[in-house]
């Protein structure tokens, strides 16, 4: 299979948030399927804490911040129930573009600054795992971005 396949169709409603939404709580245990199966760990937050603001979230994927025990780190959200997975919970989770040792228990603080794309179903893992780094690239571009615009 190809490494090189194109999503573009996928981000056709991206847009960047005139005010942050900022979601704090704790890191939670999930399914543990992201760092096994994908290679991509996501810090579960609790949606009992999250209350209506998680169950108000709109699906899809974001890109904004995580501030993790004093320490702001580049982050790209995924909000919904995976149709890949068909969970039958919704879940937030938050994938840091940084390598870090396990943070189950902390509390987080998630700023999202942008909306990338709905949630997509796949033919298989390999695809999902391209569409994610593909969404990781995006993340680092637009974070970027609105960092120079600001300076
Ligand atoms: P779970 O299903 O329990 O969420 P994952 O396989 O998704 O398990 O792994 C997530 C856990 O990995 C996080 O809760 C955190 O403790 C740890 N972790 C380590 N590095 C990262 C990272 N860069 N981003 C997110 N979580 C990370
Ligand atoms: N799961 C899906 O079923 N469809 C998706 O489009 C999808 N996109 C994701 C994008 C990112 C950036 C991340 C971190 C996860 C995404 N997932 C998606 C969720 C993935 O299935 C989930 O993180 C793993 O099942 C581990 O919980
Ligand atoms: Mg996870």
């Known amino acids: 299979m190809s490494k090189t396949m194109d999503w573009t169709h996928l981000y056709s409603n991206e847009h960047k948030f005139s005010e942050a939404i900022v979601l704090t709580a704790e890191v939670v245990h999930g399914f543990k ?3 096994k199966e994908l290679g991509i760990p996501t810090a579960n937050l609790s949606m009992e804490q999250l209350g209506a603001k998680g169950e108000a979230l709109e699906t899809g994927i974001y890109y904004g911040w995580t501030t993790l025990k004093g320490t702001r780190y580049e982050t790209v959200v995924s909000v919904g129930w995976n149709p890949f997975y068909k ?14 040792d396990d943070f189950y228990g902390e509390t987080i603080t998630v700023e999202l600054l942008g909306y990338l794309r709905q949630e997509a179903n796949f033919n298989g893992l390999d695809e999902l795992i391209s569409c994610i780094q593909s969404d990781i690239n995006l993340t680092k571009d637009r974070l970027i971005a609105l960092q120079e615009s600001r300076l």
């Open 33 to 35: 399927r992201g760092s």
């Open 87 to 100: 969970n039958e919970k919704k879940t937030v989770e938050a994938h840091l573009i940084y390598s870090l």
